[in-house]
């Protein structure tokens, strides 16, 4: 059975890091296009970046510079690295892993993503 488990969200100031994390299981996650997604309150989903099998990255233009997407294959876990964040970055953000080839953030539907995870609340404060 697949599994996506997000874990390592929390609170934190303006300004600060924080650096969520996903851990698969029941599938060799380096073959997948991986990606983390966001929901804010009254907003619909948005991709907030991708990474493919070969390490290669797109990311949204509200986090590019700040955001880092990152994975272990030996420990078939994704990561987020997030710098300098912001209170509009406020929202659960998800894990999810698609059998397509990955493209462009922007191109990518959340329909491309065959598994998807429970999520974990990152909470900025100003």
């Known amino acids: 059975q697949v599994q996506l488990v997000e874990s390592g969200g929390g609170s934190v100031q303006a300004g600060g890091s924080l650096r969520p994390s996903c851990a698969a299981s029941?599938?060799?996650?380096?073959?997948?296009?991986m990606g983390w997604f966001r929901r804010a309150p009254g907003k619909e989903r948005e991709g907030v970046a991708i990474?493919?099998?070969?390490?290669?990255?797109s990311y949204a233009d509200s986090v590019k510079g700040r955001f880092t997407i990152s994975k272990d294959n030996a420990k078939n876990t994704l990561y987020l690295r997030m710098n300098t964040v912001k209170a509009e970055d406020t929202a659960l953000y998800y894990c999810?892993?698609?059998?397509?080839?990955?493209?462009?953030?922007?191109?990518?539907?959340?329909?491309?993503?065959?598994?998807w995870g429970q999520g974990t609340q990152v909470t900025v404060s100003s």
């Open positions: 990474i493919d099998r070969e390490g290669s990255t």
């Open positions: 999810a892993a698609s059998h397509f080839s990955c493209r462009p953030i922007a191109t990518m539907w959340r329909t491309d993503f065959d598994y």
């Open positions: 029941g599938y060799n996650s380096s073959s997948f296009c």
